[in-house]
């Protein structure tokens, strides 16, 4: 089996090791794998083929590396995830709420609610937005 192929596999088995675990560095030591291979291409003994690698890998994870980290974490926004998803929503009143209890429902769920300014009072039928949750409790406000 010539050497290029050998160092093909490697970097396809580093690039699928990358995918389990998404830290970037498998990724680097495949594009050193390649580097190797164009050395191989090239008819390099297989001591030069090893330099290489740990030249190319070494600059990738030093220079490369720092700047795709970089660029994937600026990049991509904050998910929102869990009861925060509910924030900003419209409910519809199902028991009177006051400071005290109410309920509201959101489409199929149905939630304990309470205003989240004294005095305020929604009656049945009231449309109103979640503007907090705290643990089982949904805080609304005016629409």
Do not use: C, N
Not at 9 to 35: K, N, R
Not at 49 to 61: D, I
């Amino acid at each position: 089996m010539p050497a290029w192929l050998l160092w093909l596999i490697a970097a396809g088995l580093f690039a699928g090791g990358e995918m389990a675990s998404l830290d970037l560095v498998l990724l680097m030591f495949a594009g050193g794998a390649l580097g190797g291979m164009g050395v191989a291409l090239l008819g390099g003994p297989v001591l030069l083929q090893l330099v290489a690698f740990v030249v190319v890998s070494v600059g990738l994870l030093v220079v490369i590396r720092p700047i795709a980290k970089r660029h994937l974490v600026d990049r991509t926004p904050e998910q929102i995830d869990g009861v925060a998803t509910y924030v900003g929503r419209t409910a519809v009143v199902s028991e009177r709420v006051d400071g005290a209890a109410g309920r509201v429902r959101m489409g199929a769920d149905e939630w304990t609610a309470r205003t989240q300014l004294d005095g305020e009072v929604y009656e049945v039928g009231d449309e109103v937005r979640i503007v907090q949750i705290e643990g089982p409790i949904a805080y609304v406000s005016h629409f």
